[in-house]
């Protein structure tokens, strides 16, 4: 999985903002950077993960799928393992609860959001093979739970 670069920039800003920036990170225990990396963010929130185009390498994983034998198919159904979506859903909710993460968690959380759309694909290209090839599958739509 790649990931997306990070670019540095020089901000002249006045200093009485400055000081509201600096005492607001004081009080989360945050960095400056990071509370306005918040602030950007906040104004221009990342775009969500799904692209118009998909990936070259995942289309012919996907093709690929046509070939695997039905255990194969319910192994890729399974979709995100529940390690990595616990770590989504605790990043996500600690962005809800706290209204910040730091832009080590925005990448964090950015990049799981990638996988997650990606093993979203692939489990609804194997639900639909074994669909195809008239297996059961309803014991792979119940939801798993937390």
Same mark, same amino acid.
């Given at each position: *999985?790649?990931? @997306? ?6 901000l002249?800003i006045?200093?009485? &903002? ?14 400056? @950077?990071d509370? /306005?990396?918040? $602030?950007? /963010? ?5 775009p ?5 185009? /998909?990936?070259l @390498?995942?289309? @012919? ?9 039905? /255990? $194969? &198919?319910?192994?890729?159904?399974? #979709? *995100?393992s529940p390690? %990595? $979506?616990?770590? &989504? %859903? ?8 706290? #209204? ?11 990049? &799981?959001? %990638?996988?997650?759309?990606?093993? *979203? ?11 195809? %090839? #008239?297996q059961d ?10």
């Open positions: *999985m790649t990931t @997306e670069a990070i670019t540095s920039i020089t002249n006045p200093v009485g &903002l400055y000081k509201r920036l600096e005492q607001q990170a004081l009080k989360k225990h945050h960095t400056v @950077e509370e /306005v990396l918040q $602030a950007v /963010v906040r104004e221009l929130p990342l969500a993960p799904q692209s118009e185009t /998909v990936p @390498e995942l289309t @012919e994983k996907l093709a690929a799928m046509e070939l695997l034998d039905e /255990v $194969a &198919l319910r192994r890729a159904a399974q #979709g *995100m390690r %990595r $979506a616990a770590q &989504l %859903r605790a990043l996500n909710d600690k962005r809800q609860r706290e #209204g910040f993460l730091t832009s080590k968690e925005i990448e964090q959380q950015f990049q &799981l959001l %990638r996988e997650y759309e990606q093993k *979203m694909l692939i489990r609804s290209k194997a639900l639909a093979l074994l669909t195809e %090839r #008239g599958i309803s014991e792979l739509l119940k939801i798993r739970g937390r």
